[in-house]
């Protein structure tokens, strides 16, 4: 049977191969994960004696596929000069740390708009991943934009923004999808039964292309469909439902990473869960 790759967003409190060993506690097979705090500018270095504790730990737990989670105060999109400027940094410290620790994935916001228009922030989002080309080619770790849920000014709730951008910088740096169930749902997307699925997966091969397709975020919504609330549920115990996560387990073979909100002891509970799903279809 095919390696059922599905994890959470476990935490790197104490040092990035925590993250790992939590993740082996709650039975996944891959993590996503900060690299360093996500609500601080300025990021962490990782030393060597970390590096070794991950390289061990990598070795002890056997986890593949692995993604980072970028900051959420980067604004790749900003047209505020001086936060635009600061975010470019951080990304960079972000893609520097994941190609140290040899990171699969850098799963990543596109931007907001904030004071300007979203075909501005597109844009913008465009020339500041245009301008981390030669930074990215010296590892292996691949960029993958995620869909937002379209709170406030955040831009990436539709499948033409995203595919703008997919479009536009793929010939030029390693770049993906990571599709947010929540976030998608909260977007507009119906994704609740095996029609509806269908019926946003061709959106998405039109906007977007399927073959982009890298990875998924689980999670079920609190709020209702094209709220554009971010409101995290666990699996089955919101809006979306158990039919539409019993889909992806039998449909697709990405990466799968949780960020339900109740924290390893659910967590542990809805891996076996998806993971029964999954192996429906053998």
């Known amino acids: ?62 986890m593949t596929q692995i993604m980072s989670h970028d900051s959420y105060l980067i604004n790749l999109g900003s047209p505020d000069l001086e936060l635009l400027t600061k975010s470019k940094e951080a990304f960079r410290r972000e893609i520097e740390r994941c190609h140290l620790l040899n990171v699969s994935f850098l799963n990543f916001h596109p931007g907001a708009a904030t004071s300007g228009t979203i075909e501005e922030c597109l844009e913008t989002i465009v020339d500041s991943l245009l301008s981390m080309e030669n930074l990215v080619h010296q590892g292996k770790t691949k960029l993958l934009l995620e869909t937002t849920a379209g709170q406030g000014t955040s831009v990436g709730y539709c499948f033409e923004h995203i595919g703008m951008i997919l479009h536009e910088v793929k010939g030029h740096i390693p770049i993906g999808v990571c599709v947010d169930t929540c976030h998608i749902f909260a977007a507009g997307y119906d994704i609740r039964t095996k029609e509806a699925w269908r019926k946003t997966l061709k959106e998405f091969d ?60 659910r967590w542990k509970d809805e891996i076996t869960i998806l993971r029964k799903y999954a192996e429906e279809k053998n």
Request: net charge positive; proline share 3%.
């Open 1 to 62: 049977m095919k390696k059922i790759i599905l994890g959470a967003h476990t935490s790197a409190a104490g040092g990035a191969h925590k993250a790992l060993y939590e993740g082996k506690a709650i039975g996944a097979t891959t993590i996503q994960f900060f690299t360093s705090n996500q609500k601080r500018w300025k990021g962490r270095t990782i030393d060597k004696e970390e590096l070794l504790a991950w390289e061990k730990a990598l070795s002890e737990t056997g």
């Open 206 to 265: 039109r906007h977007i292309g399927l073959e982009h397709l890298n990875a998924f975020h689980l999670n079920d919504s609190v709020k209702d469909l094209g709220s554009r609330v971010d409101r995290h549920a666990d699996i089955g115990a919101g809006k979306i439902g158990l039919e539409c996560f019993r889909y992806i387990m039998t449909h697709f073979d990405q990466p799968k990473y949780l960020e339900t909100p109740n924290g390893p002891p």
